[in-house]
T-cell receptor, first 114, second 114 residues
Framework: KAGVTQTPRYLIKTRGQQVTLSCSPI?????VSWYQQTPGQGLQFLFE???????NKGNFPGRFSGRQFSNSRSEMNVSTLELGDSALYLC?????????????FGQGTRLTVV | AQTVTQSQPEMSVQEAETVTLSCTYD???????LFWYKQPPSRQMILVIR??????QNATENRFSVNFQKAAKSFSLKISDSQLGDTAMYFC???????????FGTGTSLTVIP
């Protein structure tokens, strides 16, 4: 059974640009969550999607958005990139919503904004 | 709001020895879960052990065990017979019952010395 797949693994963007990151959950998993990991702020929750609906959102500006497709794959988008958006973005998938205690994480996308 | 505190930024242990990583948390919830995740250089977060707050018995997974003190809001991880592959960042995390969001500590970098 394939694990959580995040693409791309590495990304370099320029300030002001936008970026889209992708996460393919484990087959059969319907919940996808996103986290931002930085040395200064640690791991912070961005949002969670289940059945194509955003169920919960963390304390991030509106430049951060996401969506989920009918096959449970999820994308997150960051517009008007800032230097502070440089981070490791982790995706986690779970079988169901409401109790993500069986979450499995991907290897992340390392975003560098220059 | 939930907070998780890991007061040991870095630790080291000799191979085959035992080490304990500390974690405290603050919550007003009565039902919740606590986790230890390991993040090796590959960046993928791997679940080490999970504890359900309503269970008094401490969780154990092979060489990994926890000391869960609910009243003191303490959740330490003991690694026995440390192996070189245990070298990684270790994150303590909290999730409330029925929740979909992890609250992570700042992590402890563990180095196993041969």
């Amino acid at each position: 059974k394939a694990g959580v797949t995040q693409t791309p693994r590495y990304l370099i963007k320029t300030r002001g640009q936008q970026v889209t990151l992708s996460c393919s959950p484990i087959s059969g998993h319907r919940s996808v969550s996103w986290y931002q990991q930085t040395p200064g702020q640690g791991l912070q929750f961005l949002f969670e999607y289940f059945s194509e609906t955003q169920r919960n959102k963390g304390n991030f500006p509106g430049r951060f958005s996401g969506r989920q497709f009918s096959n449970s794959r999820s994308e997150m988008n960051v517009s008007t990139l800032e230097l502070g958006d440089s981070a490791l973005y982790l995706c986690a998938s779970s079988p169901r919503a409401g109790e993500n205690t069986e979450a499995f994480f991907g290897q992340g996308t390392r975003l560098t904004v220059v | 709001a939930q907070t998780v505190t890991q007061s040991q930024p870095e630790m080291s242990v000799q191979e085959a020895e035992t080490v304990t990583l500390s974690c405290t948390y603050d919550t007003s919830e009565n039902n919740y879960y606590l986790f230890w995740y390991k993040q090796p250089p590959s960046r993928q977060m791997i679940l080490v052990i999970r504890q359900e707050a309503y269970k008094q018995q401490n969780a154990t997974e092979n060489r990994f065990s926890v000391n869960f003190q609910k009243a003191a809001k303490s959740f330490s991880l003991k690694i026995s017979d440390s192996q070189l592959g245990d070298t990684a960042m270790y994150f303590c995390a909290f999730m409330k019952h029925g929740g979909n969001q992890f609250y992570f500590g700042t992590g402890t970098s563990l180095t196993v010395i041969p």
